[in-house]
């Protein structure tokens, strides 16, 4: 499967319903995913990636500091799949088993997470997020239109357009 690394560029609101959304941003493309959450994790997203230290742990908090207890590292997250609609999302570890020799193995754990999880838990973390190319080509949406020659032209046009320019049927230059 091929991935593809996104940046979190934003939380918003969905403008008829209310509710919070992450913006997903893959730089080489002008497209987002976007990513429904609640409004717990659009919380956590912001103090991560504003760096708000909070006087005691709040939930993604407390999961980095269960996983790093235990002697694992947050790797990087996935939004690998969709189903009925909704994303899925894999929080990947890895641990360095230790044997008597000193020598070890890396030890690697994939944990099935909400996509509003695995990403707050990313921000929080400081590691990459990615998303598989399927799942960007199907589901981004362009942040802005594509700029035509049309465009500059129609600009030309109206930049000097009046109201005094435009006739009623029936009525001509002068009248009110």
């Not at 969905?14 to 002008?30: A, D, M, Q």
């Not at 500091?65 to 570890?93: C, F, K, P, Q, S």
Request: hydrophobic share 40%; net charge negative; with cysteine.
């Amino acid at each position: 499967m091929i991935m593809r690394e996104l940046s979190v560029v934003g939380i918003g609101v969905e403008s008829r319903s209310g509710k919070p959304l992450v913006l997903l941003k893959e730089p080489t493309i002008n497209k987002v995913l976007i990513i429904w959450i609640d409004s717990a994790d659009a919380n956590a997203i912001v103090r991560a990636l504003q760096e708000l230290e909070m006087p005691r742990p709040m939930t993604h908090d407390l999961m980095l500091n269960v996983i790093e207890d235990l002697n694992y590292n947050v790797r990087h997250v996935e939004i690998n799949d969709t189903v009925d609609g909704d994303y899925r999302a894999a929080i990947n570890l890895e641990c360095q088993k230790l044997s008597d020799d000193k020598s070890g193995e890396t030890i690697i754990r994939t944990i099935d997470a909400r996509p509003s999880d695995a990403i707050a838990l990313a921000v929080k973390a400081r590691v990459p997020i990615y998303a598989s190319l399927e799942i960007i080509t199907e589901n981004a949406v362009p942040i802005e239109l594509e700029k035509s020659e049309d465009d500059d032209e129609f600009k030309d046009f109206i930049k000097d357009v009046k109201a005094s320019d435009f006739f009623l049927p029936g009525q001509q230059e002068g009248d009110d």
